[in-house]
């Protein structure tokens, strides 16, 4: 404050929060750092105009009188990376769900003292793994289902099928990330074509709806923390094409897979600085190289496989939101989606009877070099 010519002039000034936290924070709170500084600057041109709200100015003087550890914590309540990093969750239910279905395609000829043409088959499915990005809040994924689905072959080339699948996820982020559920429900259509000299063609195409719920911590404008507990709803396409030869014991294969998903519109309105963001859309793209090798006996077959796949895509699993307690647009990052995915698998099936059996499967996912998720399956099939 000071005095010019004869008048009282004020003058005030702010700490822009990135410098606040310091360059050894977390990226995830740089992050946040940066969304409110474009809160602050938002409600900086609000007060010269004097259209800024009280709820606005309330925001701004909460924050503003945090300490630089009480900002950090506060950051995990307000970085809105869960609505990001979910959305990898997704996608590796999904791929859970399909690598069950891929199995079921690789096992079609499991009978051998069968001359029937149709089979139903049902699977069980458990899994569990983990999320996480360096500089941002990780999570214990589980993932439990199951599948359904009748196949039938005509004129001895042809397999045409439908599954119906449902799944259950679950992923606990540490820090204040909150926490992320989701149910999911398919159906798929596959099929596979013997070709001369060895060669065949698989394929198959799904649509899933998937409710998810987050639950997690939000801070208000007065500084106190509510539950917030949201639902959006999804959709998923799903679509994959293979094409290998069989050399005896030895499948080799090539594989391109394309994933759609839209994540709903969500709203944090219990807090000011809960997030609201309108609806998004992510594909993921894959190119694929694999090999199976496989052990028949008279009523059992035993099975080895490796893929590698190749996301050509961004991987990036952000979105673009606001506070609701502000007008300030901006942009939210958790978890991406791996460049490099690799498949490792054992199945095992014991024929029963001439048309009935029962299997199983251990698959393991890593993602670029870490292990990201281990895959339980076991199911009966039956030929009619």
Known sequence: VE???????????RQNPVEYIGENAEASTKNVAENVENVFQDLDKKVMSGTATKEELAMGAIVQNMTT???TSATEMMSGEIYASAQALTFSQAQNINRDLSNRLAGLDNFKNSNKDSEVWFSAIGSGGKLKREGYASADTRVTGGQFGIDTKYKGTTTLGVAMNYSYAKANFNRYAGESKSDMVGVSFYAKQDLPYGFY???RLGLSNISSKVERELLTSTGETVTGKIKHHDKMLSAYVEIGKKFGWFTPFIGYSQDYLRRGS?????????????????????????????????KYKLQA????????????LSYEGRFTGSAARQKFYGVKQSKNTTWIGFGAFREISPVFGVYGNVDF?????KWADSVISTGLQYRF
């Not at 996912?365 to 070099?369: A, H, I, N, S, Y």
């Open 305 to 316: 496989y490796v893929t590698q796949a190749i996301n050509t895509d961004k991987r990036d």
């Open 69 to 71: 550890m009480g900002f």
């Open 266 to 298: 969500f709203n944090e309105s219990e807090a000011s600085w809960g997030v609201k963001a309108d609806r998004k859309n992510y594909r993921a793209t894959n190119f694929l190289v694999g090999a199976r090798a496989e052990y028949v006996g008279d």
């Open 3 to 13: 005095v010019q010519d004869g008048k009282v002039v004020a003058t005030l000034s």
């Open 201 to 203: 063609t698989a394929g």
């Open 365 to 369: 996912r890593v993602e670029d070099k």
